[in-house]
């Protein structure tokens, strides 16, 4: 069964930090293009991140260029969000989701996590 696990969030002040890890079970992480997505209360699914094996460079949201980083581990089958210089408008549930066939920050993906919820606040 395919399945992906988020974990890392948490409550966090502004500026603080935090690392988001996405890991897959039932299959590999590294013959997938993989995303982070996030949604806020009564707002639309935002996606913030993609990385794919095949590009060197992933691709980040105007949003959160700059301060949010994506990695992954092949070891640890896992991909990491590292979340910097975090804003109140940060807060959200933080997806991450995987497909084999599409790529990009706004493509249907076919594997979701259940979420981590990220709040910032003082």
């Known amino acids: 069964q395919l399945q992906l696990v988020e974990s890392g969030g948490g409550l966090v002040q502004p500026g603080g930090s935090l690392r988001l890890s996405c890991t897959a079970s039932?299959?590999?992480?590294?013959?997938?293009?993989i995303a982070w997505f996030r949604q806020a209360p009564g707002k639309e699914r935002e996606g913030i991140s993609c990385?794919?094996?095949?590009?060197?460079?992933?691709k980040y949201a105007d949003s959160v260029k700059g301060r949010f980083t994506v990695s992954r581990d092949k070891a640890k089958n896992t991909v990491y969000l590292q979340m910097n210089s975090l804003k109140p408008e940060d807060t959200a549930v933080y997806y991450c989701?995987?497909?084999?066939?599409?790529?990009?920050?706004?493509?249907?993906?076919?594997?979701w996590g259940q979420g981590t919820q990220v709040t910032v606040s003082s």
């Open positions: 989701a995987a497909d084999a066939h599409v790529y990009g920050l706004t493509s249907e993906y076919d594997y």
């Open positions: 039932g299959f590999t992480l590294d013959y997938f293009a």
């Open positions: 990385t794919i094996s095949s590009e060197s460079n992933p």
